[in-house]
């Protein structure tokens, strides 16, 4: 069965970084599809970044395209999402999702099956 498990979420003053990680384990196969999301509180999950850890361009939401950067680690099936010049509106859960049958590199969340609990971010002003 394939978990992905997300870790390195805290807090942030406006302009800092913050770093994402989201390791991979139960899968047979050597790479995967994988997507990192957002939701803040009443509001719809947000496609934030998305990557094929076999190659390939990875995908950006427009509001942290130029700031953040989805890279991976195939020796350890981990998945990370740098995350420059915070904003306060980058406020909340972060996911991280993968498929267990199919690979779409895709902002949307219907394109996964298994996700992560989350990782909070905040950004104070």
């Known amino acids: 069965q394939v978990h992905v498990v997300e870790s390195g979420g805290g807090s942030a003053q406006a302009g800092g970084s913050l770093r994402l990680a989201c390791a991979a384990s139960?899968?047979?196969?050597?790479?995967?599809?994988m997507g990192w999301f957002r939701q803040a509180p009443g509001k719809e999950r947000e496609g934030v970044a998305a990557?094929?850890?076999?190659?390939?361009?990875?995908l950006y939401g427009d509001s942290v395209k130029g700031r953040f950067t989805i890279s991976q680690d195939n020796a350890k099936n981990t998945v990370f999402l740098l995350m420059n010049s915070l904003k306060p509106d980058d406020t909340a859960m972060y996911y991280c999702?993968?498929?267990?049958?199919?690979?779409?590199?895709?902002?949307?969340?219907?394109?996964?099956?298994?996700w992560g609990q989350g990782t909070q971010v905040t950004v104070s002003s």
């Open positions: 990557i094929y850890t076999g190659g390939d361009s990875p």
């Open positions: 999702a993968t498929h267990d049958e199919t690979c779409v590199v895709s902002l949307r969340p219907s394109a996964y099956n298994v």
């Open positions: 139960g899968h047979s196969y050597g790479r995967l599809c």
